[in-house]
C-alpha cells in the first residue's frame, strides 16, 4: 500500500504557514520550481487542490486548511517527540496566538486574555498590528483569532470571516475630577472643550449622532484613533473627553479623572474574528465562550 509521503507534506506546510513560496524555498535551500513540483506531487497524488493562487499570494483552499490542520498536528508531535530523544522531556505548553488591532484598549486586552495568562500549561504570544496585516495573518494561519472593534466584510469575495461578538463596553464622558457640570449633557457643555475618537470609529459616530439629535455642536481640542493616546489627551488636557471608562479606569480609581455620564445606548463592541471552518482548541473555546457579556 502506498503510504503518505510527508517530504511532500512538510514542503506544503512550510510554505502554508509562511505563506511565501520564496521565503520557504530559500530556508530550504531549493529552487522555487523544485517547492512548486514537491507541492504539486502531493495534491496530484490525492487529487486535491491545496492552494490557489491571488496575485502574487498563495491562499488554502478548503481542502488546503483541512489538510494544515493535520500537518500542524503531525509536525507538532514529531517536535514533542525530538524533545523526548534528546532530553527525556515533552512540553506540555500549548501555543496560542492572538492578533490584537494597535489601537484597541490594552485594559480591555488584558482583561480578556486574563485566563489564559492564569493558565500553567499554556503559552501566549500576542502581535499588536493593523487590521490588514491581522487579517493577512490569519490567512497564512499565524493567529488563532483577531482582536477588532469593527467588522470586516469579505475581501472582494475572495475570502470570508468568521466573526464572533465577545463584550461590548458603555461609552462615557469623562473629565476632570470635581468639574462635572450640573445638568446632563448637553445642558451645562456650552464652551467645553473635547477629546475625541477619531471620525469614522464606531465610538465617534454615537458621539456625533447623539450631538446631532441635540443640535449640539462639539468644540474639538483633539482626536485620535489610539485608545493609549486617548487616556494621555484625557489625563493632561484638562477636557472632556468621549471613551469607555475601562480606558482609564487608573485615573478614574486615583481620581485624577471623573465620569460625568454614560451616553445613552452607546457601546464599542469588540470581536473576535477568524477563518470559517477553523478548528479551535479547547482553551480558546472556552476564551471565546466566556467573554460573550458587557464589560
Known amino acids: 500500500m502506498n503510504r503518505l509521503n510527508y517530504h511532500h507534506l512538510y514542503y506544503f506546510w512550510r510554505v502554508a504557514t509562511l505563506g511565501n513560496l520564496t521565503q520557504v ?13 514537491q507541492i504539486r506531487s502531493l495534491e496530484q497524488r490525492y487529487g486535491v487542490k491545496l492552494f490557489d493562487r491571488v496575485g502574487r499570494t498563495l491562499r488554502l483552499t478548503d481542502a488546503g486548511q483541512r489538510v494544515l490542520t493535520y500537518a500542524q498536528d503531525i509536525f507538532s508531535t514529531g517536535d514533542e517527540l525530538e524533545q523526548l530523544l534528546k532530553f527525556g522531556v515533552v512540553s506540555t505548553k500549548q501555543s496560542i496566538s492572538i ?5 484597541l484598549s490594552r485594559n480591555f486586552v488584558e482583561g480578556l486574555i486574563a485566563p489564559l495568562l492564569a493558565a500553567q500549561n499554556i503559552q501566549l504570544k500576542l502581535s499588536s498590528r493593523g487590521l490588514v496585516n491581522l487579517l493577512d495573518g490569519l490567512i497564512n494561519h499565524e493567529f488563532d ?3 477588532t472593534n469593527r467588522m470586516v466584510g469579505n475581501d472582494n469575495n475572495q475570502q470570508a470571516w468568521q466573526h464572533q461578538l465577545l463584550r461590548r463596553q458603555p461609552i462615557s464622558i469623562v473629565g ?3 468639574q462635572k457640570p450640573s445638568k446632563p449633557f448637553p445642558q451645562g457643555y ?9 471620525p469614522n470609529t464606531e465610538v465617534r459616530s454615537a458621539f456625533d449622532s447623539i450631538c446631532a439629535i441635540n443640535q449640539y455642536k462639539a468644540n474639538i481640542l483633539a482626536e485620535a484613533d489610539d485608545m493609549a493616546m486617548l487616556r494621555l489627551l484625557s ?3 484638562g477636557a472632556c473627553a468621549v471613551l469607555p471608562p475601562l480606558v482609564v479606569l487608573d485615573e478614574l ?3 485624577s479623572l471623573e465620569e460625568y455620564q454614560a451616553l445613552p445606548s452607546a457601546f464599542e ?3 473576535a474574528i477568524s477563518l470559517p471552518k477553523k478548528q479551535h482548541s479547547d482553551a480558546v473555546l472556552n476564551l471565546l465562550k466566556s467573554n460573550d457579556a458587557d464589560v
Open 190 to 198: 456650552e464652551g467645553v472643550n473635547w477629546i475625541l475618537p477619531a
Open 253 to 255: 480609581k486615583n481620581g
Open 145 to 147: 483569532f483577531v482582536l
Open 25 to 37: 524555498a530559500k530556508e530550504l535551500h531549493l529552487s522555487q520550481s523544485a517547492l512548486s513540483t
Open 235 to 237: 489625563r493632561d488636557s
Open 99 to 103: 492578533g490584537v488591532l494597535t489601537h
Open 269 to 271: 463592541h469588540f470581536y
Open 176 to 178: 476632570p475630577k470635581g
